[in-house]
């Protein structure tokens, strides 16, 4: 278990001394900042407001309650996920395996009696790892450049749109419940982004080169997503990864029952597998030549 | 120079490889064909062949990198594939392009490659780097170091876990003079006086000819000959011997 321990350490040696591995800490502090100097321009404060008029009317003379940190912060975390999350996270997982085999490195690893099943795990921990701490990240400096920027917490709302349904789900939260139910979406996120993680490692152990794993990953991503936003397809829904990716979202909703959140967690966990089963068996089968 | 190997307690098998009809397919195209294949312990055994002639596939074969399509392969009398913990334990190896962590020092390479197998020994690490005269710059940057110090830190990994074979596929390819020099002697003085069996791929015929004691010739996959080789015996170069070899096969058909 020590030596197991102290492989896992190189691995994350390894992770942290790459500058890639760094580029999407720094692009989602970017991210952030741009969408909350954004968001303090007085036409994104009307846009904001006039969702409130429009979903929750009750809550409108109390806008300035919301139109604070942990809002705001839920806002930056959606767009920064949106833009970059998901891209990182293909990058860096893409190229954990990939990268040592284009390398030459992973030759010298195999010259050792070690076995490849342990060292596909060390590589598979080394992505999760990569993935919560991204994920955490970016949901803490969202929340405190969000509070920093609009003068503190305020109270948490939720407006989440299901499209082509055009189904919406309006939820608000005090300060303090809101802070937890921020907390647990960051969790949540954490989770359900695995299965990106998943599909991208699982190409980084095929035989394809770091880029062309990053590529798929985002491909796959990118058309599901457009996928489901075509009306022909409403009806099969539930079939596609973004719908199930966007669970985070739905569990702050008080409308719909946990047991929404949990099957796409389910559906995501379990396909989180399937790639992570495709992954060692091909990479414990294949041929590692110069 | 002071260097210890602990005392060694090997496999009373006299061979120290031995591939047993051996079959290796990439796509439709045979890499290895039928190749039976021993390297008897202590002596320097040099691969011959062009390139495509399978050499590196059966030195990836030989470390479980490359699986078989048929055929058995034993390091030590262990099985690579069914019990590689056991058949690799005393296994170094270099290859052509020494790989390394280009962003991380030549001593936490070292230690990682270390840790692959066992908890790392400083007073070894130590051992093995004034060893490969590479005491003066192991704390920098590898993405700093010239392809001959890559070398000799690759030569230092392979040291590292006490090897009884020492496996070096093309080692002096890119050296400089000086180089290849200093390589030829380390490799003598490895077999010599520390009894390692080394396992040599290499295209200069000369260098093989001034190392080794025994060849294998491959082409397309196929051994055209195996072998000691002693020039006194032969009354030819190993350049003649070679090509005689190698030109008297006709090609295979794919």
């Not at chain 2, 790989?99 to 093995?128: I, P």
């Not at chain 2, 009894?195 to 001034?210: C, D, P, R, Y």
Request: glycine letters at 8%; proline letters at 3%; aromatic letters at 12%.
């Amino acid at each position: 278990m020590k030596l197991f321990c102290l492989q896992l350490g190189n691995e994350l040696i390894k992770l942290c001394a790459r500058k890639r591995t760094y580029l999407g800490f720094a692009g989602s502090i970017a991210a952030e900042l741009l969408f909350l100097s954004l968001g303090r321009l007085p036409l994104a404060r009307r846009a904001l407001e006039k969702s409130f008029q429009r979903f929750m009317p009750e809550e409108l003379a109390r806008f300035s309650d919301y139109y604070q940190g942990l809002t705001m912060a839920l806002l930056a975390v959606t767009f920064t996920f949106l833009l970059l999350g998901g891209l990182y996270l293909a990058l860096v997982c893409g190229d954990i395996m990939a990268k040592e085999v284009e390398d030459g490195t992973m030759r010298m690893i195999l010259a050792r009696p070690i076995s490849r099943l342990r060292l596909w795990l060390l590589k598979w921990l080394a992505s999760s790892f990569y993935t919560f701490t991204l994920v955490f990240f970016i949901g803490l400096t969202s929340l405190l450049l969000a509070t920093a920027f609009y003068g503190g917490l305020g109270k948490l709302a939720v407006i989440y749109g299901q499209h082509p349904r055009n189904l919406m789900l309006v939820s608000t939260y005090e300060t303090a419940e809101g802070l937890f139910q921020y907390v647990r979406g960051i969790v949540l996120l954490a989770v359900v982004m695995h299965v990106v993680s998943a599909m991208a490692f699982m190409f980084s152990c095929l035989n394809m080169k770091p880029a062309t794993a990053t590529i798929s990953t985002l491909a796959i991503f990118f058309l599901d997503a457009v996928l489901k936003m075509v009306p022909f397809f409403s009806v099969f829904e539930k079939w596609f990864l973004s719908y199930h990716l966007a669970c985070w979202l739905r569990g702050f909703s008080r409308m719909l029952p946990p047991i929404d959140t949990l099957t796409s967690v389910f559906y995501l966990v379990c396909l989180s597998m399937v790639f992570l089963g495709v992954s060692a068996y091909r990479f414990s089968r294949r041929d590692f030549k110069p | 120079m002071s260097f210890t190997f602990p005392t060694r307690c090997g496999n009373l098998c006299a061979q120290m490889i031995s591939l047993e009809n051996v079959d290796k397919k990439f796509g439709g195209r045979w890499a290895v064909q039928a190749l039976d294949l021993e390297v008897p312990k202590g002596c320097i055994f040099g691969l011959l062949g062009h390139n495509g002639a399978g050499k590196s596939t059966v030195i990836g074969m030989v470390l479980g990198q490359v699986f078989p399509s048929g055929g058995t392969v034993l390091v030590n009398g262990h099985n690579v594939f069914k019990n590689r913990r056991h058949a690799l334990a005393r296994v170094g190896a270099i290859f052509e392009t020494p790989a390394f962590y280009s962003y991380l020092s030549g001593w936490t390479n070292l230690r990682m490659f270390c840790q692959l197998t066992a908890e790392h020994d400083s007073k070894r690490m130590e051992e093995v780097v004034r060893f490969v005269n590479l005491q003066d710059c192991i704390r920098d940057r590898v993405g700093t170091y010239s392809h001959g110090m890559r070398q000799r830190l690759a030569l230092a990994q392979a040291l590292l876990p006490d090897p009884e074979l020492l496996i070096l596929d093309e080692p002096m390819e890119g050296l400089d003079p000086e180089g290849v020099i200093e390589m030829r002697h380390l490799i003598l003085k490895l077999n010599r006086e520390w009894g390692m069996t080394i396992l040599l791929s290499s295209h200069l015929l000369n260098e093989v000819e001034q190392l080794c004691s025994d060849i294998a010739v491959l082409k397309q996959g196929r051994l055209l000959f195996a072998g000691s080789w002693r020039p006194s015996d032969t009354k030819q170069s190993l350049e003649s011997f070679y090509l005689e070899k190698v030109r008297a096969t006709p090609e295979a058909k794919e």
